[in-house]
């Protein structure tokens, strides 16, 4: 088949396994003709990748709930585009689309996994891969049905200033609870008290998490929610109160470890105060994503929740440098690669 009117797909391929933090050495850069789609299928120019710390996993040997990305395969990514060819019935030139396109600036597709959205002036794409995409399903699952939060209860969140953890302060406020949140740096401690309504917020890298938590929870905490596992996760662990639940989202301080992290040395807690710490993945709940996302949405159009995407322009092949920002702690909320 002819190229499309000679596009240039750009990507970008995992070319070695990383050791600790992926440096520029595990990327390959390649470029193919963008070809037309089989039966079936579409085309859909990326404008938007989604930065995900889940993308670290991705790149490591050994399956988990996904297979690793192979070496030399075009990184795995979440991703938001246009639909520019297609002979795919459900799927018209023009459409908005989500889905796992990868980290190229065109992606095929056979509709498999996408969603179809309507971006708006107030909306745009990047909502989509943040409050109301998959970030947003984790923060929404994670507090409300793994953390089981009960209205006006204490709440304390980590990664507090990231996608993740902004939209699950947000919604714990919406059901009247008491949230702390734990991020690196006074503006990200500035931003979620005073634009996102925490009641407190904790620098880590500043402060002594234990004693400021004494301060800022004082009767304990009852849901954790944590992104970040390690020292934070284990100072969290000494404020528990009886019947405390623990959401295990994630612990991006161990994701680029090169040697197995201390365990959290506090974990007897969960016993003493009859306390539930537990891993989940959002991808259990993709049935009911379509009711969380309505509720969500409405909640955004009443001004409730804020969706703050952090969207750096770039190219395809900027990705491995944007992706660092994520370990760095250099993004507040949801971060995008907007591809200029
Ligand atoms: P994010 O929070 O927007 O970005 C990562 C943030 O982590 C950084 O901005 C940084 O903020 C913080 N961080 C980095 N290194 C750290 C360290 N050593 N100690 C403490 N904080 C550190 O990313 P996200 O997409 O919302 O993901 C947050 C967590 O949710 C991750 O653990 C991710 O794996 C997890 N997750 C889980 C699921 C699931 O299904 N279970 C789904 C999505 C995401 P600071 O400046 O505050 O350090
Ligand atoms: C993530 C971190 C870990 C995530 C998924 C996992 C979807 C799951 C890991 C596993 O199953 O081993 O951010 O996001």
Redo the contacts with the bound molecule.
């Keep these: 088949m002819s190229d499309m009117q000679g596009l240039t797909n750009h990507q970008v391929r995992l070319a070695a396994r990383p050791n600790g933090l992926p440096g520029p050495d595990v990327w390959d850069h390649t470029t193919e003709p963008v070809g037309e789609p089989a039966d079936g299928r579409f085309v859909v120019q990326v404008t938007h990748v989604s930065?995900?710390?889940?993308m670290r996993?991705w790149m490591n040997a050994g399956k988990s709930y996904a297979p690793p990305v192979g070496i030399g395969e075009v990184m795995r990514a979440l991703a938001a585009g246009r639909v520019v060819a297609s002979k795919n019935p459900g799927f018209a030139v023009g459409d908005h689309v989500t889905g796992t396109f990868g980290v190229q600036s065109y992606a095929e597709s056979d509709g498999t996994g996408v969603q179809k959205v309507t971006p708006t002036d107030d909306v745009g794409l990047p909502t989509y891969l943040a409050l109301l995409g998959?970030?947003g399903m984790?923060a929404y699952f994670?507090l409300f049905d793994v953390g089981a939060l009960r209205d006006g209860e204490t709440v304390v969140v980590?990664?507090?200033?990231?996608?993740?953890?902004?939209v699950a302060g947000q919604l714990a406020k919406i059901k009247g609870c008491r949230v702390v949140g734990?991020?690196?740096?006074p503006e990200?401690c500035a931003w979620i008290t005073e634009e996102l309504g925490f009641d407190a917020a904790i620098d880590?890298?500043a402060e002594d998490v234990k004693k400021a938590l004494r301060a800022a929870a004082p009767d304990g905490i009852d849901v954790y929610f944590d992104?970040?596992?390690?020292d934070?996760l284990d100072a969290a662990l000494t404020r528990l109160r009886h019947g405390a639940r623990i959401p295990?989202?994630?612990?991006?301080?161990t994701?680029n470890a090169t040697e197995p992290p201390p365990g959290p040395a506090n974990y007897m807690s969960l016993l003493v105060n009859r306390a539930r710490m537990e891993?989940?993945?959002?991808?259990d709940y993709v049935e009911k994503f379509p009711q969380a996302a309505n509720e969500m949405a409405g909640w955004l159009r009443e001004g409730k929740l804020h969706s703050r995407e952090d969207v750096v322009s770039g190219q395809v092949s900027d990705f491995g440098d944007v992706l660092l920002?994520?370990?760095?702690?250099?993004?507040?909320?949801?971060?995008v690669l907007q591809i200029a």
């Design positions: 930065l995900d710390p889940a996993g998959m970030t984790t994670g980590s990664g507090a200033a990231g996608a993740v953890g902004s734990i991020a690196g740096g990200k880590y890298r992104n970040v596992g390690g934070i295990i989202c994630g612990a991006i301080s994701y891993g989940f993945l959002v991808f920002r994520l370990f760095r702690g250099e993004n507040t909320g949801k971060l």
